[in-house]
Every structure is written in structure tokens, then in C-alpha cells.
């Protein structure tokens, strides 16, 4: 891993995980001489670097590390929409082997959504390596809708629709920041975000333009593939989870810890009020506020 005197200063570097087929890439931010403190895996459709001002004032004190999940950023792991899948079990894979790889202990595992999930499923693969969970608005469907779930109506899903027609390419990134500020999704995210989800999220091409590093195809088979198992994974742990869910539009389908088949007793779900699923763009203060808890209780 990379040093560097300014704390705040994105310390790229590549983790490469041949049993999983290939590379992925990272930041780290935070004090380059301490243990990696935390380990942030980002939404669905994003990217690592979305997340730096988030997470930026933490770096005074804790070391975080931001992962680019395959498919996303930077990421040079299989990607490959047009073979069949049925669950995040692949990114939770991954981000075990990150853990793996990195020998990497007592670390809080965090995510936004996609991220928070395959947050869970990587703890409750390697719970000797982590020491609590920090998810902020992730995918979980209640038991009774996950029990009757129909899998093929997920392929038309809004969700998956709109992710196959997201325009894949514009004429530079400056001309995406433009399209995409104050509409749609990024209607509520800072300047900073955008730039960073922009700068990472679309990669210049041959012909002299940019186009989206995540893939509609991809994003959209992220939507569809919806078979894991998260109660199990609640159930396999003994550890520290709090969980921020939105107030509008959420995808966290947890009313309060009860809904949680756990055998920990250690899971606080909270509501926020006035949040959409973009929690962590809406909500910063409370991203890093949680983090700091998570820490300093079990640091």
C-alpha cells in the first residue's frame, strides 16, 4: 500500500486476486502508517472515488479504504452481463478475497446499497477479519418478499430497465458532469461528488469521447441478480451492525432489528428522515458519524 503526508490525499494502487480472475483497483485515504481502519464498498453503478469527500473527514484519524467492486471504476475483474447470474454472491466472493489478499483484521466493513450487501455477505464469510458492519441504505428485501420472489420479472424491473438505457457515452467528462447536475439521481449530491463519480465512472475511448467503466448491461444484471441470502449472513455473525435506511425509496426492507433473523442482538436499524436512497450523498455527517462511533466503541 502507498504512504503519503496529506491524510486526505486518494492513495491509488491495484489489488490483484488472481482466484477470482483478474485485478481490482482501490483507494486509500487516512494515515498511511496505521492499519486499514475501514473498508468501503460502493452502490450499484458507481465507483470508489464517489465516496472521497464522503469519507474524507475521517482521515484525520482512521485508515479507509475504498474498493472498486467488478464491473465498476477501475476494476479489471470478469464482468461479463451475458452470462447468467442469480445473486451478489460473486461480489461478496470478491470482496473476501480482497480481505484475503490484503490479510487485512479487525476492520469495519461499510457499503451504500450494493456495497452494503456484499459487505454483509464478506463478513459473515470472514468474521475472525471483521469487527463490525456499517450499511447505509443496502439492498435486503424482507423474508416474504425474498421467499416468493419471481426471477424473471426482475428483468423488467424499472430498476434494470432504466440501467439498459443510460446514455453509455458523451463527447468529454466535463460534458457529463454537465448532463448529469441537479437531475435524476444526482439532483441531491454535492458539486465534488458528481466530479468524483464522473472521473472514475467513464473512461475516454479510441474515437476521442468518454464512456461509462460500469456497463448498462452490467448495472442492469446487478438489479436482476437478487438470490443471495442476506438473513443467513446476518444470522453467521456476532458482531457490531448498525444499518441507516431511507426515508423514501429505500431498498432496506428492515423496519428495526426484530425483522433481522440474528443471533447477535447487536443490530440497530434507524430511519432517516428525509433521505432517499442516496443516504450517504444526503447525509454525509451521519455516514461519518456512525464510522467514528463504530471505531472509537471497538478501537
Not at 476521442?208 to 464512456?211: E, I, M, W
Given at each position: 500500500m502507498m504512504t503519503s503526508?496529506?491524510?486526505?490525499?486518494?492513495?491509488?494502487?491495484?489489488?490483484?486476486?488472481?482466484?477470482?480472475g483478474g485485478v481490482t483497483s482501490a483507494y486509500e485515504v487516512g494515515p498511511g502508517d496505521r492499519p486499514v481502519d475501514i473498508v468501503?464498498?460502493?452502490?450499484n453503478?458507481?465507483?470508489?472515488?464517489?465516496y472521497r469527500s464522503i469519507l474524507e473527514p475521517l482521515t484525520d484519524t482512521l485508515r479507509v479504504l475504498m474498493v472498486d467492486q467488478r464491473g465498476h471504476g477501475g476494476s479489471r475483474l470478469p464482468a461479463d452481463a451475458d452470462k447468467p447470474r442469480d445473486s451478489?454472491?460473486?461480489v461478496g466472493d470478491d470482496l473476501t478475497a480482497v480481505l484475503?489478499?490484503?490479510?487485512?483484521?479487525?476492520?469495519i466493513l461499510a457499503g451504500h446499497s450494493m456495497g452494503g450487501a456484499s459487505s454483509l455477505l464478506a463478513a459473515a464469510a470472514r468474521p475472525h477479519r471483521v469487527r463490525a458492519l456499517a450499511l447505509f441504505d443496502p439492498v435486503i428485501m424482507s423474508p416474504e418478499i425474498l421467499a416468493h420472489i419471481d426471477r424473471g420479472s426482475l428483468n423488467d424491473s424499472p430498476l434494470a430497465v432504466g440501467a439498459r438505457k443510460r446514455r453509455p457515452s458523451f463527447a468529454s467528462k466535463a460534458a457529463a458532469v454537465e448532463a448529469y447536475r441537479g437531475r435524476g439521481a444526482f439532483r441531491t449530491w454535492s458539486e465534488a461528488m458528481l466530479i468524483d463519480y464522473v472521473e472514475d465512472g467513464f473512461v475516454e475511448t479510441p474515437a476521442?469521447?468518454?464512456?461509462l467503466t460500469c456497463a448498462p448491461a452490467w448495472e442492469a444484471s446487478n438489479f436482476t441478480a437478487q438470490g443471495h441470502e442476506p438473513y443467513a449472513a446476518f444470522d453467521a455473525l456476532d458482531i457490531p451492525i448498525r444499518i441507516l435506511r431511507a426515508e423514501v425509496g429505500s431498498t432496506c426492507r428492515l423496519e428495526g432489528p426484530e425483522a433481522i433473523l440474528t443471533r447477535s442482538g447487536k443490530v440497530q436499524v434507524e430511519m432517516v428522515p428525509g433521505t432517499s436512497h442516496?443516504?450517504?450523498?444526503?447525509?454525509?455527517?451521519?455516514?461519518?458519524?456512525?464510522?467514528?462511533?463504530?471505531?472509537?466503541?471497538i478501537g
Open positions: 503526508t496529506d491524510n486526505r490525499a486518494l492513495r491509488p494502487y491495484e489489488i490483484a486476486i488472481p482466484q477470482r468501503f464498498s460502493h452502490a453503478g458507481f465507483n470508489a472515488r464517489t451478489w454472491r460473486d484475503d489478499t490484503l490479510d487485512l483484521k479487525n476492520v476521442g469521447d468518454v464512456t442516496f443516504l450517504p450523498m444526503e447525509r454525509s455527517d451521519l455516514v461519518v458519524e456512525v464510522l467514528r462511533r463504530l471505531s472509537s466503541a
